[in-house]
């Protein structure tokens, strides 16, 4: 009976709990590569490594499983899977879990849906999973059931062309249900946590608050988490604004 | 008069051609304010940096203009503009000139257009501009008109919450015209140059070549920077999969 293949990336990094319990998941399904960053890499979102050379080291390998780590980002991962450690094209790729709420304009930034992205991207049906705790420790198994629903959904139907799923979970012991939602809208404030060194330099660490735009009625999923719900955004690498397109025409080529 | 305020970064870094040119133009239009990498970030996406802390210097300051280095990344540098280097909300924020094209998928990598969609998402009317020599001593000045139009369009208008502009010249001497195009599809290929160090361990360098998969009839900015046109694509934050969402209520929630 064939096994599907199954890449998996993250951007906690290969030691992340997320990534060994999303692994373990996986293996019932088919074989497993995981090619994940050799280090945290949280914020990463699609960027790829021009500026200096990529390696990977074997860190472990078992029947249906070998596990790689590399100096790059999430999405160099996925390359580097695909063109060295995949035999065939990857039925599913999955990223994550994790450590932390990938919902609204978050998707963004996110290193974990930089490895979807670019899964979508090469044509492979792409799921990020994300986990609201930022505790390493988390218990994800509340989220397992969910997941699964997800995966033999994705196995069975595929995905649209162009289209991959962000799916979160909430920092709650169990949950409501689940919810296909839209993404988020929203701002991060008080960015910079400006410090002076010991030697008088001005530095500065990257923080911030979110505050959601999103309506109290509004399917989002910043909104279905706060209410319980594992949330299921459809993300697409599509990003036209198409409805603006005739004004600008008019109004650009026109004048 | 008031002077409108406009904040510029890039990809290439504070040296590159194509920001200096792109800072002159700005000039004409108000008081300008940039911040640059210091160094090249090609391919950064809209990567934040979390692990490291951000520093910055002062590079120039001349009536109406200040330019910054910065170590991060050029969504970092947005972020340390908007809160430590503008004294009010701009009211236009520029990326580029890149020196290359960023048109297509392309979007998806580009640390330029990650200095745009975070201008965005800070509600800053938002455009990028790229031009597809990647020659840093290219020459922009058949350029210039078309960035003209676009910005005069800008200040004037507006653009609707959640759209910025991602525009790209081809690499010629003269152009077709502008078109407002849908973003191209297509997939990179032959992405690692895999190499053998002196002390024998395996090394790769991020190459590819890119497969346009638009038909020759579409409307895309691959295909108008092929036949001459200087291309204005309408991209937005809300990457929901809207039509989606129907189906997966159906196959994932009632199942």
Request: aromatic share 8%.
């Amino acid at each position: 009976m064939y096994r599907p293949l199954i890449l998996i990336s993250n951007d906690d990094g290969y030691e992340a709990k997320g990534l060994h319990v999303l692994t373990e998941l996986a293996r019932e399904y088919g074989d497993v590569v995981v090619v994940a960053p050799d280090g945290g890499r949280s914020g990463a979102a699609l960027s790829v490594t021009f500026q200096h050379v990529l390696t990977s080291r074997l860190i472990k390998e078992e029947l249906g499983l070998k596990v790689y780590a590399c100096n790059g980002t999430p999405c160099d991962c996925v390359k580097l899977g695909l063109a060295q450690y995949c035999d065939r094209k990857p039925d599913l790729l999955l990223g994550g879990i994790n450590h932390g709420d990938n919902s609204a304009v978050n998707v963004h930034y996110s290193g974990t849906m930089g490895v979807v992205i670019e899964g979508c991207l090469k044509g492979i049906p792409s799921i990020g999973f994300s986990h609201c705790s930022h505790n390493m420790d988390t218990d994800f198994a509340p989220m397992i059931p969910y997941m699964r629903r997800v995966i033999d959904y994705v196995l069975k139907n595929g995905l649209q062309k162009g289209v991959c799923l962000n799916v979160n979970a909430p920092d709650t012991p169990t949950y409501r249900g689940m919810k296909v939602c839209q993404m988020g809208q929203g701002v991060w404030t008080k960015e910079l946590d400006a410090r002076v060194s010991p030697r008088g330099f001005k530095y500065y660490w990257m923080v911030g608050e979110f505050r959601s735009d999103d309506a109290p009625e509004t399917n989002s999923d910043w909104n279905g988490l706060h209410q319980g719900y594992v949330t299921v955004t459809p993300t697409k690498i599509d990003i036209t604004a198409y409805e603006v397109m005739e004004e600008l025409g008019e109004l650009i080529i026109n004048n």
